[in-house]
């Protein structure tokens, strides 16, 4: 073709685009040499160089042929089909599929004169294609987000996918031999990153790699409950552990003792997921537990975690207190640390100082000084908060009490002009006063600094789409725990279904709580060294709802099933 631009005749969208004043002569046929030349669109070419609005061209194309227009932005990613399309071909001719209708395929193109890109989806799907027309700058975006959420979904790798990364025959029980070399393999470097990206779109909490004699076996937690998700060849074990410690940055020698390191995933410009990594030398291997820890957790807001507002209210009054301590308390996995670093990011301003430590920090948030305490250098939780008291202190928080120094030290700090959050390990919140008294914490400091305590557990909530009502005799229910005032008021349970939208009729979590003011009445019962029993009762004469009563508002506002309830807590 010749460059001479003077012997061009602009014909079809060209000329369109002039004709609607979106391009001048000249710019259109430097536009027209230039895509033919680089072989891609001339709509393509002028959106990348910013010669044209992207959305503009769209509308002017569509009335030149005929088509209408689809915004992108409007259109929901769920209703993209799964793997519809080779993603060589989507890349080839810039063709977004966009949903199926029986055996029509309904494809997202930006140039509408790309009849091949149609001829050769039909070709290899062997289903009808019809054009859509959209804006070229959201499509490229959306192809790329699609192809993106493609490559990171489970189950286009399976045991025959990975049997051909092997590349030596030897003993596969002599794990030594993994060299770096196998362990940057190509498939194993996907499947790692498929796993670890899938548990984060599925809302995994943590990820099992687990060896067993004669099986490898991939497990997620998700929502409180552990699900098989992969089954590798167990040839692949020594690769697969080898893998993972190389990203945490682990000595992948060293097979006969625990070791623990972290993972950041960078999953966009602004987002990152942390892992935190353990690994432990089992009977046939090394059994890796991946915790994920998401900062965007703690920034949820209050109204997210599921306190009621009576509840809600109590924490946030405590939190505005000048002194004095909050202890959270529950097993572990119930979101103790995201309830606490919730209070942290409500008092994260630039006027408060705030230090925690912690085994080791889960959550990373800007504004808060946070130390990993270390007993192997001699960094205890004693150590660091005697060194945050010397560095002129707001609020204080301790990952955890777990001896009497730490205690001592802890309530020290909230007598004296500080508000110090801590997390203990109990089973409720009467229980924490009086763990805190078998420590041998003095009952006149406990009732002279604390001020709240949250016990707390995690419960599923129920899937809104397919949550079904369930009929439940009265009696039954009085025996669960109901009042006779909540069943005359009258109320609906439900039950887990199960459906697409969820995991088996679940779809969540929902915190449930138990928040006690440590009143002036409970602080003499404490002085007194009355037991967990009594202070219990005294709790509820004062009208502070025990976790049980709590799950089953919980249940009687529909958020969860009474089986969920049972499963989480107890009378």
């Known amino acids: ?48 160089n910013n010669l044209a609005d992207s959305g503009k061209l769209a509308s002017s194309a569509a009335q030149e042929f005929g088509f209408s227009v689809l915004d992108l932005d409007a259109f929901l990613p769920e209703m993209m089909p799964e793997k519809a399309v ?35 989806i039909k070709f290899n799907t062997g289903l009808s294609t019809d054009a859509v027309l959209v804006d070229d700058q959201k499509l490229r975006t959306a192809i790329d987000r699609y192809l993106e959420s493609q490559d990171t979904s489970m189950g286009d790798l ?32 996907k499947y790692v990153n498929k796993m670890l990206l899938d ?73 990152a997921i942390d892992f935190r990594v353990n690994t432990l030398p089992t009977l046939w291997g090394e059994k890796i537990v991946l915790r994920i820890l998401d900062p965007s957790s703690a920034k949820l807001g209050i109204d997210a975690l599921g306190y009621d507002e009576d509840q809600k209210a109590l924490y ?46 889960e959550i990373n948030l800007e504004g808060i000084n946070q130390v990993n305490v270390n007993t192997k250098v001699g960094l205890g939780f004693a150590e660091a ?53 078998n420590m041998g914490v003095p009952a006149f400091n406990i009732a002279t600094s604390v001020s709240l305590i949250i016990a707390q557990r995690l419960g599923r909530r129920l899937c809104n789409a397919c949550k079904q009502p369930l009929d439940v005799p009265k009696d039954v229910l009085l025996q669960e725990g109901f009042t006779e005032a909540q069943i005359e008021t009258g109320f609906t349970l439900y039950r887990p279904k199960g459906c697409d939208k969820c995991s088996g009729g679940y779809k969540g979590r929902v915190g449930i709580y138990e928040v006690v003011k440590v009143t002036d009445e409970l602080a003499n019962m404490i002085m007194e060294e009355a037991s967990s029993i009594q202070i219990a009762k005294q709790a509820q004469a004062e009208g502070f709802r025990n976790l049980r009563q709590s799950a089953l508002i919980k249940v009687i506002e529909g958020v969860t099933s009474l089986e969920e309830a049972n499963r989480v807590t107890k009378d």
Request: glycine share 6%.
């Open 199 to 271: 548990a984060i779109r599925g809302g995994a909490s943590d990820i099992h790699f687990e060896p067993y004699e004669k099986i490898y076996r991939v497990r997620y937690r998700t929502d409180g409950i552990l699900k098989e998700v992969s089954r590798p060849s167990i040839k692949l074990a020594p690769k697969i552990s080898a893998r993972v410690k190389i990203m945490s940055q682990l000595d992948i020698s060293e097979r006969r003792v625990p070791q623990d390191g972290r993972i950041k995933m960078k999953l966009s410009k602004t987002k």
């Open 86 to 120: 080779d993603e060589k071909l989507i890349r080839k001719h810039s063709a977004l599929p966009l949903y199926k209708r029986g055996n029509r395929l309904f494809v997202a193109v930006s140039d509408p004169t790309n009849i091949q890109a149609l001829d050769e």
């Open 316 to 361: 946030l009054d405590a939190l505005k207190q000048p002194q004095g301590m909050i202890l959270v308390t529950g097993p572990t996995g119930s979101g103790k640390t995201v309830s606490l670093y919730t209070g942290l990011n409500i008092l994260n301003t630039p006027e408060t100082n705030i230090s925690t430590a912690e085994d080791p920090a």
């Open 385 to 437: 908060l005697r060194a945050f008291l010397r560095q002129d202190p707001d609020v204080i928080m301790v990952g955890e009490i777990r001896d009497l120094e730490t205690a001592n030290i802890a309530i020290k700090a909230a007598q004296t002009g500080h508000l110090v959050l801590s997390t203990l390990h109990t089973n409720s919140a009467p229980e924490t006063l009086t763990r805190m008294m």
């Open 1 to 48: 073709m010749s460059n001479n631009k003077s012997s061009i005749t602009l014909t079809g969208l060209a000329r369109r685009f002039v004709d609607d004043g979106l391009l001048d002569e000249d710019t259109a046929k430097d536009a027209f040499l230039q895509a033919s030349q680089n072989k891609i669109p001339l709509i393509t070419y002028l959106a990348q």
């Open 158 to 189: 399976d045991d025959a996918d990975l049997e051909g990364v092997e590349t030596e025959a030897g003993d596969q029980d002599d794990q030594d031999t993994v060299s770096t070399a196998e362990v940057d393999d190509a498939p194993i470097v």
